[in-house]
């Protein structure tokens, strides 16, 4: 911790009117500001201090030191690594071949594919492309899921949404719900066969074992080898 500077108005009685950091200069605190010149001072003793060891913070972006902040990333990494190996532990264990080929999967590790997913065939692929040593052990199933209008509840928000403003019974009274309804399905039913964009859910209760000969799993062409 470096001892704050304190400003005083020039000229003035000598009345500290605030209190910059002793280390990089920022005026941290004034009694203004924070209540109170004791609350000022600790305000720019603590403006370069780590907020977990309290001493001096390397870069002015964190709030931590570089010692405490390396140990939080090791403690978050071996977290996410305990919570990884419980999923694939709880996880149904499959073969390659047991999962379709186009089916939607994921590495673990977020290397192979795009940002680790892909479909089945390409993630082999990748897979025996990569180095023994970088191999993922398995990947993660997943679930895909393209935009979707359900016609029903389209057409009944747009007739709530014409009868907002109008007065209490007109939702009740307004007519030929069905008649729209037959009229536009076909439309949002082409609409939803139309759309490609997927969204992928990693499904935790399937874990694709890759195990050592998974580059056997696919021939040249990246098709599964019966
Ligand atoms: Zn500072
Ligand atoms: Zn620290």
Not at 80 to 98: I, T, Y
Not at 152 to 166: G, P, R, T, W, Y
Not at 200 to 226: N, P, R
Request: net charge negative; proline share 4%; hydrophobic share 35%.
């Amino acid at each position: 911790m470096s001892e704050p500077i304190a400003l005083v108005k020039s000229g003035g009685d000598g009345e500290v009117v605030a209190f910059a950091c002793g280390r990089c200069g920022t005026v941290a605190g004034s009694p203004f500001l924070n209540g109170s010149t004791e609350r000022a001072f600790k305000a720019a003793a603590e403006h370069c201090a780590c907020t977990i060891c309290g001493g001096e913070r390397d870069r002015p972006f964190s709030t931590l030191c570089q010692a405490c902040s390396e140990k939080r990333r090791a403690e978050q990494s071996a977290e996410s690594d305990r919570m990884e190996a419980e999923r694939f532990a709880k996880a149904r264990k499959v073969s390659p071949d047991e999962v379709p080929m186009s089916a939607w999967a994921c590495d673990p590790d977020e290397r192979l594919g795009n940002d680790g997913y892909g479909q089945l065939d390409g993630l082999l692929e990748a897979v025996a492309d990569t180095d023994e040593s970088e191999r993922p052990a398995y990947l993660w199933r997943c679930t895909s899921r393209r935009p979707f209008i359900d016609a029903k509840s389209a057409v009944e928000s747009m007739v709530e949404q014409a009868c907002e403003d109008h007065h209490d019974e007109a939702h009740d009274e307004t007519v030929g719900e069905n008649a729209l309804l037959a009229a536009i399905t076909p439309a949002i039913e082409a609409w939803n066969a139309a759309q490609t964009t997927h969204t992928f859910e990693v499904d935790y209760s399937t874990a694709i074992v890759l195990g050592a000969t998974a580059e056997d799993a696919v021939d040249e062409d990246g098709k599964a080898v019966a």
